[in-house]
């Protein structure tokens, strides 16, 4: 091979983005994948828009799956998006006829992640997607391939850039969610239809994603326990600060001793903690190795420049004839480890309650956690406001998800309990 | 092949690291490898001391050097350390005898980095150096690979985990540096002749060794500027903290207008900038991309488990069929750009002074610092001891090394100034 022949499917700022990235540094990426790496072939909704890059001289496809089959491509790479329609049919007819592929899609990779990997296997081709999870930060070959030798036991990330920003400024201004997300709306760092953001989805398919990788496994989205950051407030904010924690969506795979655990939710972390440090869109990564410790990486989870970095990345590795597996390993070998319940989560927990200030009320709430064999660390009241509602935090020991869950049902059955306790988990790290 | 054999000269506290970390996760290695990676032979000074690790089974070669002619040998890992003697021609013979190399050897790779480079490429074999740079860290798989499509206009990083500790205590318990130092050689953190390490050295091999990469050009040792923290004191990390800085031993390189700086010294970064978080013994380093932004990766930078861990990654590449250029593109391409001079560098800088408190002083130096074209961003001073010797601190606005050099040998002179002028460079992040 003399050139790497790029077509590219999905033409919007990423793909604009790796467009112009191949022309730009395109004299220092033929030297570093020791060949030229030249988009011949395009495919876009709308030929007459301008993207600010230009795209003389391509051959365009009304059908991106003509790219599939085009004599003239010698690698796909999928913009489109979606975990199903044009983006999977595009992938998979690639692999069939031999083209390797390179895809930002994280919900395609974290919901048919399985099939395609083991389509790609039989065919022999590469199935690339930095670019899916974290951006511009080198965060799969880091894990993959920089960290192989380690059992890595905890992965965790944050993964969704609209949701740490939203958080950040939560903290920073002191204003609520709804306020925030509408802020945030106008500036155009979240989508006017914002649930797979806030709602946790795009980061439950990226964790889904690491956690097959890192623990060598089949990928199981189903599996993720799913919680956003709609519920999170700025008094439990203010509580966090005061408690010395951070609260972060977080994306966390961990070993657990039935299995591993994968969850996505607002947690608390310490303030001294590497992710706690980390604000705005930033996306990050920890994780823990046997041998090596903790690695952590940080950078830009979005964005046009970012995410064509992680797609040029993979381009060069497939020009210089690299190809290892999918999920790290022959699809045979995988994992069967089973994916254990958020039930079965083990952990501290932060609890507010909003609590009519009258005598008896803490009796009431501390007895039921003690029958539920709860312990608890701290206990933070303001004031008094007799006959008003107070709220009352109380930060348990580690403790069980189930047992906690089944002391807060009755603590929401006390008389005196205003609102739906608030639960949010406490991480170490 | 079958199984990837491998023989390791060396088994101080790495080379039994890595023995062990193949031991323990040799399932796991097999499985990412796509086949087992095996210790089949080992050479080291003393057959007779307890390392820990079993070494039954293993052929034992009194000198290192037959490793490269071991026909049971596929890959030779070389943990001899330092630049000359065994290690450069154990290194030689097995790239001259066709075998791949994977060494964690700093000193070897900056030095002679480039022979042995073109001599790997003619051999069309592997020299693998993840090791050498930021131990468990990824970087080198990270800048090489992962950011492979940016220009990269930046690297700044923490690269000598000793310094780092030892200026991390200083700034904690308020010490010297060389009381610090000989608690840090007491706890066995700091080597009995710790001027490897706490003049520079060590960080500037791995800088010379990182600027090859990023910039894609000859590693050129010779060429970076080096200066240790002896010179740090306890007056000057009090100023730092009180102006906002955390002093740290950093190594840059980065693009100029005249060609490449490469240099390794002191330096006050602002509290808030990544580098200024990293403390005690991990290393970090920062990448300035021109589409992924910046990336920033934290981990151990030395001891067995992190910089093993880094040997095993490059033994499992090697294993996949990975061959990637050194110093990330073919010999003949790298870049010829010039080395740029520190006199020619562009900075702000921290200037403290001692001075005995007379009138007229602070005039003299303003006025030198005016002639030399040196404006100032701020002044520090506190209250008055008259006729005694105070500290005056003063920071620049951005101006050239040469000018301030010029302008610091005369305010040396004056009669009122009482010693040398602590000059340390201040960096944006």
């Known amino acids: 091979m003399t050139s790497l022949r790029v077509g590219i499917a999905g033409l919007g700022t990423v793909?604009?983005?790796?467009v112009r990235l191949l022309q730009d540094n395109a004299e220092l990426i033929a030297m570093r994948a020791g060949m030229p790496v030249l988009v011949t072939a395009v495919s876009a909704r709308d030929r007459g828009l301008?993207?600010?890059?230009?795209?003389?001289?391509?051959?365009?496809?009304?059908?991106?799956?003509?790219?599939?089959?085009?004599?003239?491509?010698?690698?796909?790479?999928e913009l489109i998006g979606g975990a199903e329609g044009l983006a999977k049919s595009l992938v998979e007819l690639s692999i069939a006829a031999g083209k390797p592929v390179v895809t930002a899609n994280k919900a395609l990779l974290?919901?048919?992640?399985?099939?395609?990997?083991?389509?790609a296997e039989e065919s022999g081709v590469v199935l690339g997607f930095e670019a899916a999870v974290a951006g511009g930060i080198p965060v799969i070959k880091a894990l993959r391939e920089g960290l192989a030798g380690n059992r890595i036991s905890r992965v965790a990330g944050i993964l969704n850039g609209t949701c740490n920003y939203i958080l950040t400024v939560m903290r920073v201004e002191g204003k609520d969610f709804a306020e925030v997300l509408a802020d945030a709306q106008a500036l155009g760092y979240a989508e006017a239809d914002?649930?797979?953001?806030?709602?946790?989805?795009?980061?439950?398919?990226?964790?889904?994603?690491?956690?097959?990788?890192?623990?060598?496994?089949?990928?199981?989205?189903?599996?993720?326990?799913?919680?956003?950051?709609?519920?999170?407030?700025?008094?439990?904010?203010?509580?966090?600060?005061?408690?010395?924690?951070r609260i972060k969506l977080l994306g966390i795979a961990q070993e657990a001793e039935a299995?591993?655990?994968?969850?996505?939710?607002?947690?608390?972390?310490?303030?001294?903690?590497?992710?706690?440090?980390?604000?705005?869109?930033?996306?990050?990564?920890?994780?823990?190795?046997?041998?090596?410790?903790?690695?952590?990486l940080q950078g830009r989870g979005a964005g046009a420049g970012p995410t064509a970095s992680a797609v040029v990345a993979d381009l060069i590795d497939i020009a210089r004839g690299s190809n290892i597996p999918v999920w790290g390993a022959a699809g045979g070998l995988l994992s069967a480890s089973?994916?254990?319940?958020?039930?079965q989560h083990h952990g501290a927990y932060f609890l507010r309650l909003m609590v009519v200030d009258q005598p008896g009320v803490l009796a009431d709430v501390t007895a039921i956690l003690r029958d539920h064999g709860v312990s608890l660390e701290s206990m933070l009241q303001h004031g008094r406001k007799p006959g008003?509602?107070?709220?009352?935090?109380?930060?348990t020991h580690?403790?069980?998800?189930?047992?906690?869950?089944?002391?807060?049902?009755?603590?929401?059955?006390?008389?005196?309990?205003?609102e739906t306790p608030a639960l949010i988990r406490i991480e170490p790290s």
Chains 1, 2 share one sequence.
């Not at 974290?110 to 389509?119: M, R």
């Not at 591993?260 to 590497?274: D, I, N, Q, S, Y």
């Not at 008003?388 to 930060?395: G, T, W």
Request: aromatic share 6%; net charge negative.
């Open 398 to 418: 580690e403790t069980n998800e189930a047992a906690i869950e089944k002391a807060i049902a009755r603590i929401a059955m006390l008389e005196a309990v205003l």
């Open 50 to 77: 301008d993207r600010g890059v230009s795209l003389a001289g391509l051959r365009w496809h009304d059908d991106a799956r003509a790219l599939a089959s085009d004599a003239d491509v010698d690698v796909v790479v």
């Open 338 to 343: 089973p994916a254990v319940p958020i039930s």
């Open 15 to 18: 793909g604009a983005g790796v």
């Open 388 to 395: 008003e509602a107070v709220p009352i935090v109380l930060v």
């Open 110 to 119: 974290a919901i048919h992640g399985t099939a395609l990997a083991q389509a």
């Open 259 to 296: 299995g591993v655990e994968m969850r996505v939710h607002p947690a608390m972390v310490p303030k001294a903690a590497l992710l706690a440090s980390v604000d705005g869109v930033f996306n990050a990564v920890l994780a823990q190795g046997d041998f090596v410790g903790q690695v952590f």
């Open 194 to 245: 914002p649930s797979f953001d806030v709602d946790g989805v795009d980061a439950a398919h990226k964790l889904a994603i690491l956690a097959a990788l890192v623990f060598g496994r089949k990928v199981d989205f189903e599996a993720v326990h799913v919680e956003g950051i709609r519920r999170i407030n700025a008094l439990d904010i203010s509580f966090a600060e005061e408690l010395g924690y």
